[in-house]
């Protein structure tokens, strides 16, 4: 199998940043695309703050606002949930290394494993 580099995001991007984005470029807003998609204000705003997916429905009424592909938004939403799946992955992973530490004081080893979180075996 080929193992190529995967490049992980320090940070995952939300549609919805895309989203304000539109919105500042227009001169628009939230109010003006709630009126104009019939999406719910709440949901809107939920969206555009990162706090709720890109549903289809609302996919479907960012195209017809903006003009810009339901596919586009669909597209960003699985990016965004990839990314933010990959750097949680990469979050929860700590490299470990074993290392031999000789000290006679075994209190003080004991208090720098618990200062420093080190699994220790006294």
């Not at 199998?1 to 001169?27: F, S």
């Not at 939920?46 to 592909?69: M, Q, Y």
């Amino acid at each position: 199998m080929n193992k190529k580099k995967q490049i992980i995001p320090a940070l995952a991007t939300h549609p919805g940043e895309l989203i304000k984005d539109e919105l500042v470029e227009r001169k628009m807003t939230q109010k003006e695309l709630a009126e104009l998609t019939g999406i719910k204000p709440s949901i809107l705003s939920e969206t555009i703050n990162g706090k709720r997916s890109i549903s289809l429905n609302v996919a479907v009424a960012l195209e017809k606002a903006f003009g810009i592909p339901t596919q586009y938004w669909m597209n960003l939403q699985t990016q965004y949930n990839i990314d933010s799946a990959k750097v949680a992955e990469k979050d929860n992973q700590h490299e470990t290394i074993a290392v031999t530490i000789p000290v006679s004081d075994r209190n003080l080893l004991r208090d720098l494993a618990y200062k420093f979180g080190w699994a220790c075996m006294l």
